[in-house]
């Protein structure tokens, strides 16, 4: 991008604004990268300077750009690129498929294979790996495989060795080497500190591409109309690399959460960046994944031939990754800086588990608008929505969840009942909650349309319908995928509408997503993103 003064931009057309008080305009005038009038044709017309670029809408129409409000674009960046091997289940359907990539990665990187994206939940009869099968696929080559849900890392011994752990090595913070009766590792570790050690390897050799392959990523965001992007597990050592993307020119604003860790501060003052890239927050996982066993549940899962393939105990209701006492130090460690809080949570006693945290850490230090966020929330009742609300407490959902895991929810792991109510926005909203939907990052692609289209039909991969009594409507799903989301991302002041003095983040659609059914929005294109006022993505011709 350039950074000179460019001319004023008029759009004129179809405007979906966003702002409550006045919804749609037929005009909109850009200078200097911020939105400098909308409204009626005639009026922003006349404000516009004489050598105004026109752009004319035609069937277009002009919207927010959409904000991704839980992502993880420095982890994704790399988990996408070349260092690893996409085995995802929306990349490789079968377990046959999966293993046919293991076996080749080996062979064509003997230096070292990372796979990301197992779940045998929707590559049946994949099961879990043990160290020895891994041993067996490849005696000398370190092979790191994560699970696509990113709580589980399965690994064989050449890749202990070469991220120098061992049987006696510490469990990292919140995270948990498995081991046998005989206390030898079973080459698996739950949660993203195991993961992050077994990666170190890689990290290193692709350290010096990572501005490249993080721009690559985010211009896939602009792509489908991003703008905007949270990174829910950011790590200070990662500065440098954000340094050298303001050198190059960054195509999407991002807000950061760093990773909390016992007994230690953030890494940067409250008061730090500016409107691009900007820390935001602190993140903290209280459970895991409903796809490997570790949420905490006040429930069973259901005994079934898929939660006993994926290593699911009968009867089991889960797990934590801290108890209530770390909580509390952790928050505390934090939130009287004046931090906000994101915390993941998707079992119904995570949830409780961490409204009572913070429901005595908000008495102990009391903040108006603290805009504390729950992550994901699965499970969550109506009647914790409620609570949540009065507690001022936001939620943001993997609403893709519904679509890629609708029918292993009902069917596999939790029956119709908990299954069909998993994610109910709904509940959240009748609550009073502003929420968000989210893709998580390379959980799910990235795709606000599709996010739109499962938020209002509640509709999986094959059909099925879940819950339809938990659907929303567009005008409140548009507002999760751009205002509400940037509200949670505490940049709703400067995006997430159209109004005077915000930048000019936009997303160009091919239709009005109103004047088409709710399932067909997965279809409509993005034909032109903009980044304050500048055109960061173009559709070619060739594009779909
Ligand atoms: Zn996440």
Redesign the pocket.
């Known amino acids: 991008m350039n950074s000179k003064v460019s001319v004023d931009t008029v759009f004129v057309g179809r405007i979906i604004t966003l702002d409550r008080l006045h919804p749609s305009a037929e005009a909109l005038l850009v200078r200097d990268g911020r939105i400098a009038a909308v409204g009626d044709e005639a009026s922003v017309v006349a404000r516009a300077g004489a050598d105004a670029v026109r752009v004319d809408l035609g069937s277009r129409v002009l919207l927010p750009g959409f904000i991704e409000a839980?992502g993880?674009p420095t982890d994704s960046a790399l988990v996408l690129s070349r260092y690893m091997i996409d085995i995802r289940p929306v990349t490789i359907e079968t377990a046959a498929g999966v293993m046919d990539a293991i076996r080749a990665g080996v062979a064509a990187r003997p230096d070292g294979a990372y796979f990301n994206g197992w779940d045998a939940l929707l590559q049946k009869g994949l099961g879990e790996p043990t160290i020895q099968q891994l041993d067996r696929i490849a005696p000398n080559t370190p092979v790191v495989i994560a699970h696509n849900s990113?709580h589980v890392a399965y690994f064989n011994t050449a890749a202990a060795r070469a991220a120098g752990i061992d049987k006696h090595s510490q469990d990292p913070v919140g995270s948990q080497w498995m081991k046998d009766d005989a206390g030898e590792l079973t080459g698996k570790g739950f949660e993203i500190g195991t993961l992050f050690t077994l990666l170190r390897p890689m990290l290193a050799t692709a350290q010096a591409e990572l501005p490249s392959l993080l721009a690559d990523y985010l211009a896939g965001l602009n792509a489908v109309g991003i703008t905007t992007v949270s990174d829910?597990?950011w790590d200070h050592a990662k500065t440098p690399l954000l340094n050298a993307m303001r050198e190059r020119g960054i195509t999407t604003r991002m807000r950061l959460y760093e990773m909390s860790a016992p007994g230690s501060n953030a890494s940067v003052d409250l008061d730090n960046g500016d409107d691009l890239i900007k820390q935001v927050g602190v993140k903290t996982w209280a459970d895991g994944s409903p796809w490997v066993g570790n949420i905490l549940l006040s429930f069973p899962y259901l005994d079934t031939p898929a939660t006993r393939s994926v290593g699911i105990p009968a009867g089991s209701t889960g797990s934590a990754n801290y108890s209530r006492e770390q909580l509390d130090g952790i928050v505390d460690q934090y939130f009287p800086h004046g931090w906000q809080l994101a915390c993941?949570a998707h079992g119904d006693r995570a949830i409780d588990m961490v409204l009572d945290c913070w429901e005595a850490m908000l008495e102990r230090s009391p903040r108006p608008d603290h805009r504390l966020r729950l992550?994901h929330v699965g499970t969550m009742t109506p009647e914790q929505f409620q609570r949540a609300a009065r507690l001022g407490v936001t939620a943001s959902f993997l609403i893709d969840h519904v679509y890629y895991w609708g029918d292993t929810l009902v069917d596999d792991l939790f029956g119709v009942e908990r299954g069909a109510a998993w994610a109910n926005t709904r509940a959240a909203i009748d609550a009073g909650m502003r929420i968000s939907l989210h893709n998580?990052?390379t959980?799910t692609p990235a795709e606000p349309l599709r996010n739109l289209a499962v938020a209002i039909t509640r509709t999986s991969r094959t059909g099925r319908v879940l819950n339809p009594d938990e659907a929303i409507t567009l005008d409140e799903a548009l507002r999760a995928q751009t205002l509400d989301a940037a509200w949670q991302l505490q940049a709703d002041d400067i995006v997430g509408s159209l109004e005077v003095g915000k930048y000019a983040d936009l997303v160009v659609l091919s239709a009005d997503p109103y004047s088409v059914d709710p399932a067909e929005l997965p279809g409509l294109s993005v034909e032109a993103t903009y980044l304050a006022g500048e055109q960061v993505y173009e559709r070619q011709a060739t594009e779909g």
Request: hydrophobic share 20%.
């Open positions: 839980h993880h990113g829910m597990s993941h992550e998580d990052g959980v």
